[in-house]
């Protein structure tokens, strides 16, 4: 994101774009990734209450997916499922496409 | 309370994108607080990881109207916006329902806003104030507060050849401080136990006046444990006695979770590299210490709420 | 036209208060401030202003109170002196990084140590990085003038900074003074409503105030404020001519007396200015050519204007109420100085440091200034820098 001049930015420092920080990837930071087992999940939801990166969808009160792009493989949710649904897998074992194909 | 699956209907208020270390409690409390509120927030933060690690400019993680102001003063900024609120309501420019909560962090609350805390408690604003105790200046390095443990390793009380114990002063009782102000509702929580906590954030947002919760914040970077274990670790501080669940309604105190039976301290320090020198032999004497006052502790706020103390 | 009545400093400032009737007001009793807050108090507990009053616990709460409840859309005021200013400094600055229109009235007094109740310029002098407008006002009716312009200055929409305007501890704060005060209607009309763009209360447009700047945005943000200042004389002098129309009374950037044909001047801010008025009046009887420039807004520094007034006039000078330790003069000196560098005959400035603490300026003193200013004029030479006026040595 190009950085702009003192003329083209609010005043006052306000940001005025709610929850814009959507737009910075911390899933870069990830060295483990969480893998979901569908057939192990109950859809208890407890890793999305315990969740720090608010990147666990839950769509119609099921978990959907993660947010890959801004999990940052705490491992939280994996230690805590209580099916052990969800297990840590090392990163560099999945291609992953970024923005820019970089 | 409402089902998580409930809950989980709720807009994300906190969005992913903030820069928080992987594991950090503080992020977890903030979510689960804002599941539990059902009307708009508006939140005022002291400077410190939270505030910091959510706001870097151009970004916010907020999806809610939110002050920064200093180190300090969350509370008494927050007081600031919510006379505004009273006012305009009073003349009638205004007329939703909006609920205004302060955080801060052990430093900016037990310590240097302590202050504006207390001046907030007793001009009885109709605020919550949560305090998210990771037990010391986590982002300026990990250095030792008020609500750093005895015992703990932070990096202004090391453990050193001369001080053995790292910190050296028993933690200050906060909780028992705000209570002592006659604040309607007061409360401690855990975001282990979020069913617990969510109720209480219910509570103490339905109660008129001046609202306190105390929520233990695990740190990986200044705890020094694993990321993955934040949650499993804020459980082991209720289950050993070290983070007491309880409520304080108008006077009357109850725990509001007790575990079976209580589990050795040794289990908490050996959970958190912060703790590691406890465990050496010669340190044998600090570690019962330690033991001796988290069971006095107990005992006393069992005789607060009316309870017999366990076996 | 408004009713002419006896009040000292601070129950004008509290009458000014009032009719302004602000949302919010955070304040902490402080010496010689303390009769505003509890003149304004009364109104409160007579219901007869709207005001939602916080008493707080100290004064950095106080400034705290303040940009909160300004962030949330409502008009917010305070007021203080010395070592409660110095405790509200650091969210000074917040507030005026912030753009928060907060107005504070601030009753000159001595900042400590040793610890000292009465008037000097140290403490609003000491604020005057903190991107405030400062307004100086020289007696109670410019008090109660300079407050109720404040508002306007303060919410300009291209301004948008707070505003503090100052007037000099007992000598004006607790000094009955005969003040032509405006209908309450008539300002409430002049002040209009208060309309922030970007209030916490909004929550349907969310917005995050106070987020951390690295080095990338920083430097913007503070240029910002920088242009915000510097338009703001103008507007100053626009909300000058509005309140003439409305008052008879107007109020430029400075205060000049007898200008016209000076020779010898001297600057003074705050209440010096009325005395050496007197004796720029009784001087001038005798045909002496001397003449007054009275610092209205310090900031922002009306230096293009100031270098205009003084062109032509052979010796100058500057009365400081307040020391900058280490410095080469006062802080109003060094601005003057400064704002003649550039021409191309200035005259010879020097500087005096009085009053400090409280000690008392004489109209003797002045006379003296003046016959000095004289000698420096004809022969060309200073002796001294920097003087002192009224101490013992």
Redesign the interface.
């Known amino acids: 994101m190009k950085e702009k001049g003192w003329k083209d930015i609010p005043w006052g420092g306000l940001i005025l774009e709610e929850g814009n920080a959507e737009e910075y990837k911390t899933g870069s930071w990830r060295t483990y990734r969480p893998v979901w087992d569908e057939k192990k999940c109950t859809h208890c939801l407890l890793c999305w209450v315990y969740c720090p990166d608010s990147s666990i969808i839950v769509e119609e009160e099921k978990f959907k997916q993660f947010d890959y792009d801004h999990c940052k493989g705490c491992g939280i949710c994996s230690t805590q499922c209580p099916t052990k649904a969800i297990h840590m897998v090392e990163e560099g074992k999945f291609v992953i496409k970024t923005e820019g194909g970089k | 309370m409402p089902s998580l699956k409930v809950l989980s209907r709720k807009k994300e208020l906190l969005t992913g994108g903030h820069r928080l270390c992987a594991g950090c409690g503080a992020s977890i409390i903030v979510r689960q607080v804002l599941m539990a509120a059902e009307d708009p927030v508006v939140m005022s933060s002291a400077t410190g990881c939270l505030e910091v690690a959510t706001t870097i400019y151009p970004f916010t993680a907020w999806r809610i109207p939110w002050i920064h102001c200093a180190f300090e003063n969350s509370a008494s900024t927050l007081s600031g916006v919510e006379a505004a609120y009273r006012s305009l309501k009073r003349q009638g420019k205004i007329d939703r329902t909006i609920k205004f909560i302060a955080f801060g962090g052990d430093g900016g609350t037990y310590d240097i806003g302590l202050q504006a805390l207390s001046g907030v408690l007793e001009r009885g604003h109709n605020l919550l104030y949560i305090c998210y105790d990771n037990q010391a200046y986590m982002n300026t390095g990990i250095q030792r507060s008020s609500a750093t443990p005895e015992g703990a390793a932070t990096t202004t009380s090391p453990v050193g050849k001369a001080i053995p114990e790292g910190k050296q002063r028993p933690r200050k009782d906060l909780t028992r401080i705000v209570a002592a102000h006659d604040s309607p509702y007061v409360a401690q929580a855990n975001p282990a136990y979020y069913n617990d906590l969510i109720k209480k954030v219910q509570k103490a947002l339905s109660t008129e006046g001046p609202t306190f919760i105390n929520i233990l914040s695990p740190c990986p970077r200044g705890w020094r444990h694993d990321p993955s274990l934040s949650i499993q670790i804020a459980k082991l501080a209720v289950l050993t006695g070290v983070w007491p669940l309880y409520e304080v309604e108008k006077g009357q105190y109850r725990v509001t979770y007790r575990p079976k039976k209580r589990h050795p301290l040794r289990e908490w320090l050996e959970s958190q590299g912060r703790f590691r020198h406890l465990l050496r032999p010669e340190n044998k004497g600090i570690m019962e210490r330690l033991g001796k006052q988290v069971e006095e502790k107990e005992k006393s706020l069992l005789a607060l709420a009316g309870e017999e103390t366990s076996a | 036209m408004g009713r002419i009545v006896g009040l000292t400093g601070d129950e004008a400032t509290a009458e000014a208060m009032r009719q302004i009737n602000p949302?919010?007001v955070?304040a902490y009793p402080i010496t010689p401030q303390t009769e505003t807050v509890q003149r304004f108090s009364e109104f409160v507990a007579d219901g007869i202003v709207?005001?939602?009053m916080?008493?707080?616990?100290?004064e950095?709460?106080a400034m705290?109170?303040?940009?909160?409840?300004?962030?949330?859309?409502?008009r917010?005021m305070t007021a203080t002196s010395a070592n409660g200013l110095a405790l509200m400094w650091?969210?000074c600055y917040?507030a005026a990084?912030?753009?928060?229109p907060v107005i504070m009235a601030v009753v000159n007094r001595a900042l400590s140590g040793p610890i000292n109740i009465h008037c000097d310029h140290s403490d609003s002098m000491g604020a005057r990085d903190a991107g405030w407008i400062q307004i100086y006002s020289e007696n109670c009716q410019e008090a109660y003038d300079n407050l109720i312009q404040a508002v306007r200055i303060a919410e300009e929409e291209k301004v948008?900074l707070p505003v503090m305007v100052t007037f000099d501890g007992f000598i004006i704060s607790h000094a009955m003074e005969r003040v032509e005060i405006l209908e309450d209607d008539e300002v409430s009309q002049f002040i209009g409503k208060y309309k922030n763009a970007?209030?916490?209360?909004?929550?349907d447009?969310?917005?995050?105030?106070?987020?951390?700047?690295?080095y990338?945005?920083y430097?913007?943000?503070k240029?910002?404020q920088i242009?915000?200042i510097e338009i703001s004389p103008e507007v100053i002098q626009k909300i000058g001519r509005e309140f003439k129309d409305l008052s008879g009374r107007y109020y430029d950037l400075m205060g000049n007396c007898h200008l016209e044909g000076a020779e010898l001047v001297i600057v003074a801010a705050g209440s010096t200015a009325g005395t050496v008025k007197s004796v720029v009046d009784e001087l001038r009887e005798k045909g002496e050519k001397v003449g007054l420039l009275k610092i209205r807004t310090f900031r922002p520094f009306p230096a293009k204007q100031i270098a205009e007034v003084l062109r032509g006039v052979r010796a100058v000078a500057v009365l400081d109420r307040s020391v900058s330790f280490g410095a080469q003069g006062g802080p109003i000196f060094l601005e003057i100085r400064s704002a003649l560098f550039d021409e191309i005959k200035p005259p010879a400035v020097v500087n005096y440091i009085y009053g400090l603490g409280g000690r008392d300026i004489g109209v003797d003193e002045i006379k003296r200034v003046y016959k000095n200013l004289e000698r420096i004029a004809h022969t060309k030479k200073v002796d001294e820098l920097v003087g002192y006026l009224g101490l013992r040595e």
């Not at chain 3, 916080?54 to 100290?58: G, Y």
């Not at chain 3, 990084?97 to 928060?100: F, H, M, P, W």
């Open positions: 949302d919010v955070a709207a005001t939602e916080v008493r707080v616990e100290s950095h709460s705290s109170a303040c940009v909160g409840a300004a962030a949330a859309g409502a917010a650091e969210i917040i990084s912030y753009r928060l948008r970007y209030s916490l209360l909004d929550v447009s969310p917005v995050t105030y106070g987020p951390l700047d690295l990338d945005y430097f913007e943000h240029r910002q242009e915000a």
